[in-house]
């Protein structure tokens, strides 16, 4: 009798349970009577037995099986495996006796206090599979396994059609690749400071030609718990260098795109040597091909990743940490690993209109990245307001419908060959505008460097801008809202984004300030300027050069207003 029941419990076994719950539905449903499956699982036994010791374990498992008995039968009830238990009965008053168990275990004492789960599958036909009927059960239990208190969900159309679409998707996978039914979509990344694109981030799209169109959200998930992902990701890649292969072919300028990796990637293959042997096989430069790993897939196992993070970075690839501030984390990770890029979640700007507090947060985070020498993207970029505020705090890189929703390869082609909509970076630029946009402009140390020691006592969201300038015009690359409503007070006419002549500016700005500006970029030297208005202030200013455009030749400088004195030499 022993392979009929379980030896801990008492219960019947799980194979044995099949046979009796099959007969007992059959009895119900012969009886006018809607069976139900009831899966229940005991949250937190692995807790309970580290903390308490397997002996106590054991006897909780047996508690709850005779509640179990009292409640449904014997012969109605099983223990399948570990703390996980089955029951079949009558689904009228279900939900009144599964709370009337829920009374009764917490009378136990502190092992009553452990969470029950409850999934019911409620069914009317007697020929429907048991085994089937359980797993279904199962998944209505797990659906609720991240709360923490008791509770009941039932198996209904939706779950069912999410198994459907599950094992649509595992078994489709191979073939989806194959028939190319997935195309990667690429959306741009465009640089603060010059509004060119500078990255491409490729993303997946799964165009069925049964089920249709499926976003990333409908398969994603699925292949990571199926540990399938791998398959996709380097489809991704191998995309991707066709791509840079047929844009290089048409005598175009590639920028580098990005890849989305999963945690389970590196548990299936050396993701790193694929990946490798990808690009080197197409002879093209690491640099070309980032890779992007979220947060949540670092701290998940930590000391791995790093290693795997570290060898992409010594062959040459650029790693970006994806989503930061989506978790708990983020500050860990970055103490610890050495990133080239991090890429802020969207939430963060989704928050920026309920307040001043989420402003305040991520203009201290942007501080931060430049402080650590980091680059950075802001994603969920949707309009004007967040581009300028993110170009005036300095991040670096944008991306976001605002710009453009991801685009097949075609429509790229199509925009590099005919300069429509966003234009692309030239690689020879990329350093120069690198320079450009770690600039802080809510940071002093930033703008004037780390030379700047005797500059500390000063408030560090004064009035700060960058200007470019060519041979005989200037402009303003971008300036903090401070900048901007101390130009809009202070001068009779304000230098705007478009380059404009040297000779347009007013003589007496022209003759002081705009002179010194010009020999700090052609010189790189460092210069303080006093410089004083016609209303008798007297302006007091830091400026030095950033970087040298090496193909247009154009140099850009930053700029601190330090202060501002009356005739009087009093400060303001």
């Not at 981030?201 to 089920?211: F, M, N, Q, V």
């Not at 389970?264 to 293959?269: G, I, L, M, N, R």
């Amino acid at each position: 009798m022993e392979r009929y029941y379980d030896s801990l419990t008492g219960l019947p076994g799980m194979s044995y349970f099949y046979e009796l719950a099959d007969a007992e539905g059959r009895r119900l449903v012969a009886e006018g009577s809607t069976p139900a499956i009831l899966f229940m699982d005991i949250s937190g036994m692995k807790q309970f037995n580290h903390k308490h010791g397997f002996r106590q374990g054991d006897d909780l498992l047996i508690s709850f099986a005779s509640l179990l008995t009292d409640q449904f039968g014997i012969d109605n009830c099983s223990r399948f495996i570990q703390d996980h238990f089955v029951v079949v009965t009558d689904s009228k008053d279900v939900e009144e006796r599964i709370r009337h168990l829920f009374k009764e275990w917490k009378k136990i004492g502190e092992m009553g206090k452990m969470p029950i789960r409850v999934g019911i599958y409620v069914y009317q036909n007697s020929g429907r599979d048991i085994v089937m009927a359980c797993d279904n059960a199962k998944v209505a239990c797990d659906m609720i396994r991240n709360t923490y208190s008791s509770g009941i969900n039932y198996f209904n159309k939706e779950l069912e059609l999410d198994i459907e679409k599950k094992e649509y998707i595992i078994s489709n996978i191979d073939r989806a690749i194959c028939e190319k039914w997935i195309n990667v979509y690429y959306q741009p990344i465009v640089r603060a400071v010059n509004g060119r694109v500078c990255d491409e981030e490729a993303l997946s799209r799964w165009i069925d030609p049964l089920k249709g169109f499926l976003s990333p959200a409908d398969f994603i998930g699925i292949l990571e718990d199926a540990h399938l992902i791998y398959k996709l990701d380097l489809y991704v890649v191998e995309q991707i260098i066709e791509k840079i292969t047929r844009i290089s072919s048409l005598g175009l300028n590639p920028v580098p795109q990005s890849v989305n990796l999963s945690r389970t990637d590196f548990k299936e293959c050396d993701m790193v040597e694929e990946i490798c042997r990808r690009m080197d096989g197409a002879g093209l430069d690491h640099s070309l091909l980032t890779i992007e790993i979220t947060e949540s897939a670092i701290a998940a196992d930590f000391d791995y990743m790093k290693q795997q993070v570290n060898r992409f970075r010594d062959l040459g690839f650029q790693v970006w940490m994806d989503d930061f501030g989506s978790g708990y984390s983020s500050l860990d990770v970055l103490h610890d690993l050495e990133f080239d890029l991090i890429k802020f979640d969207m939430r963060f700007l989704h928050k920026l209109d309920d307040g001043v507090n989420g402003k305040i947060i991520l203009t201290d985070l942007m501080r931060m990245a430049t402080t650590l020498g980091l680059e950075t993207v802001c994603e969920g970029v949707e309009t004007l307001e967040h581009e300028r505020f993110l170009q005036e705090i300095g991040c670096g890189k944008l991306q976001g419908y605002y710009y453009t929703k991801p685009i097949p390869v075609e429509r790229i082609i199509d925009k590099y060959a005919n300069g429509g909509g966003v234009r692309f970076e030239s690689p020879k630029e990329t350093p120069y505008y690198e320079s450009l946009g770690r600039i802080n402009l809510y940071d002093l140390g930033s703008t004037i460097g780390n030379e700047g020691n005797d500059l500390d006592r000063f408030y560090n969201s004064i009035p700060m801008a960058i200007m470019e300038l060519s041979d005989d015009s200037v402009r303003l690359v971008r300036g903090n809202k401070s900048y901007q409503q101390f130009a809009a007070r202070t001068f009779e006419r304000n230098v705007g984004n478009s380059f404009e002549r040297f000779d347009t500016i007013p003589e007496h700005h022209r003759d002081t300030f705009l002179r010194l500006m010009i020999e700090c970029a052609n010189t790189g030297k460092r210069i303080y300027v006093d410089e004083t208005m016609p209303n008798g202030m007297t302006v007091h200013s830091f400026m030095r050069r950033i970087a040298v455009n090496p193909v247009t030749g154009t140099k850009s400088v930053a700029l601190a207003v330090l202060s501002v004195t009356d005739d009087h030499s009093h400060m303001i």
